[in-house]
């Protein structure tokens, strides 16, 4: 079955290009969304990925009205790669029940694979310059190690309730019982066999 996924970012936009274009292309069911293609969640595209079956075909005016991250994208074709469900992009020519629209899906995995790689590379090297510079990562402690027992001591007196205390120090809740299972962890006895 051909199925068609239509979507415009505003009110102010018309899906009478795209339908025009889904509906030329044969598609007897086509699905529209009204939303941003930043947002990965979008009921009728949701409603759509899990109407497909194998040997369908999922076609699409244009790339980008899948979604405007790259790695979204792939993730997309991939997962209907894998489930044997074809894509044709309208606009960009490519069908990937073709051999060139495999070399083009597979050059676009290529290329996310690289800015994945890039990206990684990046991050390693910032960590490595900052540990040189005596630098440790990850987040700083919300409260200082007296304050987290002042936190703790109230929490254990039960005087004061949990949003009370929480919020008197700016932390949130599950952080405060977070530093209070820390701090009243048991520690096992050890017995002696005599």
């Not at 999922?58 to 894998?82: A, C, F, M, N, Y």
Request: with cysteine; glycine share 8%; net charge positive.
């Amino acid at each position: 079955m051909k199925i068609g996924y239509a979507r415009v970012s505003t009110d102010d936009q018309s899906f009478a290009l795209q339908m025009d274009a889904l509906t030329q292309s044969g598609c007897e069911r086509i699905y529209c969304d009204k939303i941003s293609g930043s947002t990965t969640s979008r009921p009728e595209f949701d409603k759509m990925m899990d109407a497909l079956r194998p040997g369908d075909i999922l076609t699409v005016w244009k790339l980008d009205r899948i979604g405007r991250s790259l790695r979204h994208l792939i993730e997309v074709v991939e997962g209907l790669h894998q489930q044997s469900i074809e894509l044709h992009l309208i606009t960009e020519g490519i069908d990937t029940s073709t051999p060139a629209g495999r070399m083009a899906y597979q050059m676009m995995g290529a290329v996310a694979e690289y800015e994945r790689n890039i990206i990684k590379e990046r991050v390693n090297a910032g960590l490595a310059s900052a540990k040189a510079r005596g630098r440790v990562g990850g987040r700083k402690p919300a409260l200082t190690v007296e304050k987290r027992k002042q936190a703790v001591a109230l929490f254990n007196s039960k005087t004061m309730s949990v949003a009370g205390i929480a919020k008197m120090f700016g932390i949130s809740r599950p952080t405060l019982y977070k530093y209070a299972k820390e701090k009243n962890k048991v520690k096992p006895q050890l017995k002696t066999v005599g």
